[in-house]
């Protein structure tokens, strides 16, 4: 599941971004580790993780980077942005407001990140479907507007966690490889 001794290929930087909350290092957990952790506190402070896969016969090592608490205070930095090829911009479907401000983190991408970034919206929560504030049909046409991919998760049930990070790491492999 992790790194094994291997020739890497290539290193992609995808960074994660979006409000506070919305399970941004619990997608990383999953994907990284395959865990969920009810208290998300564990996880801060932490600055990126890595798992190597293979995609199209190559060995990818997708670097994931985690805003660990930053976004609270606004304070992701250049630093954070430099060197991505991809971003995952997530929102909770539970939450209207984390989905509204979508056009705010885009725009923080967009003077920070290179022109070529790979973006992937995420709602994540799908497991909490009677919560619901924001429609599907809606992320899925301000995706299609803003030419993003999109996804719904659930990194608590595991769904689609995989899926996305495949999903985005292929179509970096794809410009870049
Ligand atoms: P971050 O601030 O964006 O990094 O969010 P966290 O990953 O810390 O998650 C915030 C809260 O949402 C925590 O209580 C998590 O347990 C919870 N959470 C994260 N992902 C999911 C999910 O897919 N489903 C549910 N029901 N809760 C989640
Ligand atoms: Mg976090």
């Given at each position: 599941?992790?790194?094994?001794?291997?020739?890497?290929?290539?290193?992609?930087?995808?960074?994660?971004?979006g409000?506070?909350?919305v399970?941004?290092?619990?997608?990383?957990?999953?994907?990284?580790?395959?865990?969920?952790?009810?208290?998300?506190?564990?996880?801060?402070?932490?600055?990126?993780?890595?798992?190597?896969?293979?995609?199209?016969?190559?060995?990818?090592?997708?670097?994931?980077?985690?805003?660990?608490?930053?976004?609270?205070?606004?304070?992701?930095?250049?630093?954070?942005?430099?060197?991505?090829?991809?971003?995952?911009v997530v929102y909770d479907i539970t939450k209207r407001q984390s989905f509204d401000h979508v056009t705010?983190?885009l725009?923080?991408?967009?003077?920070?990140?290179?022109?070529?970034?790979?973006?992937?919206l995420i709602g994540n929560k799908s497991?909490?479907g009677?919560l619901r504030a924001v429609p599907t049909e809606d992320a899925k046409e301000f995706a299609q507007r803003e030419?993003l991919f999109f996804m719904e998760?659930?990194?608590?049930?595991?769904?689609?966690?995989?899926?996305?990070?495949?999903?985005?790491?292929?179509?970096?492999?794809?410009?870049?490889?």
């Amino acid at each position: 599941y992790g790194d094994f001794n291997q020739k890497i290929d290539y290193v992609f930087k995808v960074i994660l971004i979006g409000d506070s909350a919305v399970g941004k290092s619990q997608l990383l957990a999953r994907f990284s580790r395959n865990e969920f952790s009810v208290d998300s506190k564990a996880t801060i402070g932490v600055e990126f993780q890595t798992r190597t896969l293979l995609i199209d016969h190559k060995n990818i090592k997708a670097q994931i980077w985690d805003t660990a608490g930053q976004e609270r205070y606004r304070a992701v930095t250049s630093a954070y942005y430099r060197g991505a090829v991809g971003a995952m911009v997530v929102y909770d479907i539970t939450k209207r407001q984390s989905f509204d401000h979508v056009t705010r983190w885009l725009e923080e991408l967009r003077g920070h990140a290179d022109k070529n970034i790979v973006i992937m919206l995420i709602g994540n929560k799908s497991d909490l479907g009677s919560l619901r504030a924001v429609p599907t049909e809606d992320a899925k046409e301000f995706a299609q507007r803003e030419n993003l991919f999109f996804m719904e998760t659930s990194a608590l049930e595991a769904t689609n966690v995989e899926s996305a990070f495949v999903t985005i790491l292929t179509e970096i492999y794809r410009i870049v490889g």
